[in-house]
């Protein structure tokens, strides 16, 4: 009997990040079913690997986590919850006991039958003795491999109790619930496109089916399933989390589908990033998220002034938002005025949005090229984050040709580019000539017609790399591209 395991679960099991598994499945060297990988093929795969305890892995994780927020430490669900995964465990351990005890009966009804040939002279004289004396000696024997594979069940088993993996049909986009999280902070935390209103069991918004496996309450909701709503197996993603792996019919949300929101927010800090552009990092409260998409637009009010501003946070950042603010003041001047430029730390604002439909494919596993020209950094941090938080994508580039604000933030990038290897950064100061550029983007992926390309810049630059990545035979359909001012 095969053991599959899902992909999310293996990358925690031999230490690897998912995106280079599902890069391993994309090239056809790991097979997998639907997400799932038999037993066999992770030890073919994996024979050398120090499972649980690699520096270097952590370091990534420890980046990746800054990187998008996320990769919460494997906390005990509620006993409730341990309570039925434990059970669900305990109902295989059984199924496994019973195979096992009827594999033993078959073997005693192989020795009779092999008996009743060997008297009716159909088998040679000694002929039964002796393959069952070889076939007990082959059951007794302990494989070599035996070991290894009773240390990846083992641990697979640990998480199980730990861990669930969530699919979303139809796209097959997956994830992993942790601890005592519902189903949508999970999705949320892996920048899922969830739907969802209140997050917190009164309005029904987040409603969906479970296809496969099994849900257990985790938050009280006021908002009433009706007997008919169970039995067609309908939940409340914010209430509810996984016993075991489950699927779930999700309804396609995008970017035009995301309610306008209007929430508080406080400033927890604020980061001069060069010239008149300063970052302000945002904390909303407890009972207020914002829903948006990384790439989208978000509108800042404060002073009675507002201005619209591009969101260079992913919603996997949980209750934390970024804006990159160009603060009023005379051209060529560095000095800032207005309202934004005068705000200090704990001051709260508020924030209206989301606008803007510039937002990343997240069904795509195709690789992603990020261009992004002066303050279009904004954005492709968002999406870039958000890539990194779904795990995708078998490769991110980011190209970026700074301006006279220069090309801030970069220590982050860097850090990522040397801990990731799927991640690849090229950073072009002001005043490089555009083919070098354009060359970078070529360069970066050889095969840009099989990436997606998300662009962000001023026109001039945004019809040139356009012209460049479609001569280069990238459909159109995989391009993507925001103008900035
Ligand atoms: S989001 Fe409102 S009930 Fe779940």
Same mark, same amino acid.
Request: net charge negative; hydrophobic share 40%; aromatic share 6%.
């Given at each position: ?90 109902? /295989?351990?059984?199924?496994?006991? &019973?195979?096992? =005890?009827? +594999?033993?009966?078959?073997? @005693?009804?192989? $020795? !009779? ?71 949508? /902070?999970?999705?949320?935390?892996? &920048?899922?496109? =969830?739907? +969802?209103?209140?997050?917190? @069991?009164?309005? $029904? !918004? ?280």
């Amino acid at each position: 009997m095969s053991h599959l395991i899902p992909l999310s679960r293996l990358a925690r099991l031999v230490d690897k990040p998912r995106s280079e598994l599902q890069r391993m499945a994309q090239t056809g060297v790991l097979t997998t079913f639907d997400g799932f990988v038999e037993l066999e093929e992770v030890l073919r795969h994996f024979p050398d690997v120090k499972l649980g305890d690699d520096a270097e892995l952590r370091r990534v994780e420890e980046i990746k986590e800054q990187a998008s927020s996320k990769a919460p430490p494997l906390d005990m669900p509620e006993p409730h919850v341990m309570y039925e995964r434990l059970r669900v465990l305990g109902r /295989e351990y059984a199924a496994a006991r &019973g195979k096992l =005890m009827h +594999y033993e009966r078959v073997l @005693g009804w192989i $020795g !009779d039958k092999l008996a009743e040939a060997e008297e009716e002279g159909q088998t040679a004289s000694g002929f039964a003795d002796s393959f069952l004396q070889w076939l007990r000696t082959e059951l007794e024997t302990t494989p070599g491999d035996l070991a290894r594979w009773e240390m990846v069940l083992a641990r697979e088993r640990i998480m199980r109790v730990m861990t669930a993996q969530v699919t979303l049909l139809p796209k097959g986009q997956t994830f992993e619930i942790v601890g005592n999280e519902s189903l949508l /902070e999970a999705g949320l935390r892996a &920048g899922m496109p =969830m739907p +969802y209103g209140c997050s917190n @069991g009164s309005c $029904g !918004d987040c409603k969906c089916r479970v296809i496969s496996g099994d849900v257990v309450k985790v938050r009280p909701h006021d908002y009433m399933l009706t007997a008919a709503d169970k039995q067609q197996g309908f939940t409340l993603t914010c209430s509810y989390t996984a016993i075991g792996d489950v699927s779930l019919e999700m309804a396609d949300i995008g970017a035009a589908d995301i309610p306008e929101q209007t929430i508080r927010a406080r400033v927890r800090n604020i980061e001069p990033l060069g010239g008149r552009r300063i970052a302000l990092h945002l904390m909303t409260s407890r009972a207020e998220r914002m829903r948006y998409m990384a790439g989208q637009y978000l509108e800042i009010s404060v002073g009675g002034q507002s201005r619209l501003v591009p969101a260079a946070s992913c919603p996997c950042d949980e209750r934390r938002i970024e804006l990159h603010v160009l603060c009023e003041g005379d051209a060529g001047d560095d000095t800032m005025e207005g309202p934004l430029s005068a705000l200090l730390p704990n001051a709260e604002v508020t924030i209206r949005g989301p606008f803007g439909t510039f937002v990343l494919d997240d069904a795509s596993e195709r690789p992603v090229v990020l261009v992004a020209e002066g303050g279009g950094f904004a954005q492709a941090k968002g999406i870039l984050q958000h890539a990194l938080s779904l795990e995708h994508a078998p490769s991110i580039s980011l190209i970026r040709l700074g301006n006279e604000e220069g090309l801030y933030q970069e220590n982050l990038l860097k850090s990522y580019a040397n801990a990731l290897d799927d991640f690849h950064y090229v950073a072009l100061p002001a005043g490089t000539p555009i083919v070098e550029l354009l060359d970078a983007v070529t360069a970066m992926a050889p095969g840009i017609a099989s990436c997606d390309v998300y662009a962000i810049g001023d026109q001039n630059v945004i019809d040139a790399v356009k012209y460049r990545c479609l001569e280069a035979g990238l459909p159109e359909a995989q391009w993507k591209a925001q103008v900035i001012s």
